[in-house]
């Protein structure tokens, strides 16, 4: 049972980040980026990178609440890894849509649009897993439109 409690533990805070003093969720947004800019030369790493994360965040993140005894705390850091490459999903690597994409990831994450309010209430991984999945959808969309614009391409 210890063995996996420290397993939820390490997954859900990504490997402790979630365990750093301050902005626990933008580290764990920044831990997704790294990760993102690891593959960035791989279209399938990425994809499945960001895949891997989000299982896991579904297994671990609802026995990490339980562990803590309260609803979404911010040393589980796991959706916002996942989140981080779920916004990043199709898109070539340049430093100004990984900039772009970072910032938008953390408002939306903080600002909860619909649906990502009501599905942060939901219980367990749902509940943590869905607002960020949420904002990495919407934050992946915009930066879709901005790529495909001319607009962009005068940057």
């Not at 997954?11 to 979630?18: A, D, E, H, N, V």
């Not at 408002?107 to 990495?136: C, E, H, N, R, Y």
Request: with cysteine; aromatic share 12%.
């Amino acid at each position: 049972m210890q063995f996996r409690k420290i397993l939820v533990s390490s997954l859900s805070s990504f490997f402790y980040i979630g365990y750093l003093p301050f902005i626990p969720g933008t580290f764990g947004s920044l831990a997704g980026l790294v990760l993102f800019f690891a593959a960035r030369n791989n279209p399938s790493a990425c994809i499945i990178l960001a895949l891997v994360m989000t299982l896991l965040g579904f297994l671990v993140s609802g026995s990490a609440e339980r562990i803590a005894g309260r609803k979404d705390p911010s040393h589980i850091v796991i959706d916002e890894v996942s989140g981080m490459l779920l916004s990043l999903l199709f898109l070539p690597y340049d430093i100004k849509l990984l900039l772009l994409g970072f910032l938008l990831f953390r408002i939306l994450d903080t600002l909860k649009p619909f649906p990502a309010g009501a599905l942060q209430d939901l219980p367990g991984s749902l509940g943590v897993m869905g607002d960020d999945i949420i904002a990495a959808v919407y934050t992946n969309a915009i930066l879709q439109f901005v790529f495909r614009t001319a607009s962009f391409k005068i940057w």
